[in-house]
């Protein structure tokens, strides 16, 4: 059974750091598509970072130089480390892959399986 519990997330002000985790189970995470995904108030949920089994990874433009996605394979853990951050990162973070597994990934829409969440706010 997969399953995705995020951590890490807070309130900070603007140009300040956070690292997000999520710790996965059910699964190994360096076998498959994982990613990051965020969603603001009235607005729909968008990509942030992607990594595939193979470690290659995408980014949004808004926070490209700014966000890294990473992976801690001996923990089963997926990481992001937030930067320099905006009033406008102000979301809430989802863990995320995609299923059945695959070692590239999909299509964001083919992301399925979703953690519940945790809140980043930054304030100006």
């Known amino acids: 059974q997969v399953q995705l519990v995020e951590s890490g997330g807070g309130s900070v002000q603007a140009g300040g750091s956070l690292r997000l985790s999520c710790v996965a189970s059910?699964?190994?995470?360096?076998?498959?598509?994982m990613g990051w995904f965020r969603q603001a108030p009235g607005k729909e949920r968008e990509v942030v970072a992607t990594m595939n089994a193979y470690g290659n990874t995408n980014y949004a433009e808004s926070v490209k130089g700014r966000f890294a996605i990473s992976r801690d394979n001996t923990e089963n853990t997926l990481n992001l480390q937030l930067s320099s951050l905006k009033p406008e990162d102000t979301s809430m973070y989802y863990c995320?892959?995609?299923?059945?597994?695959?070692?590239?990934?999909?299509?964001?829409?083919?992301?399925?399986?979703w953690g519940q969440g945790t809140q980043v706010t930054v304030s100006a």
């Open positions: 059910g699964f190994t995470i360096s076998d498959v598509c």
């Open positions: 995320t892959t995609q299923t059945p597994a695959r070692y590239t990934c999909r299509p964001p829409s083919s992301f399925n399986s």
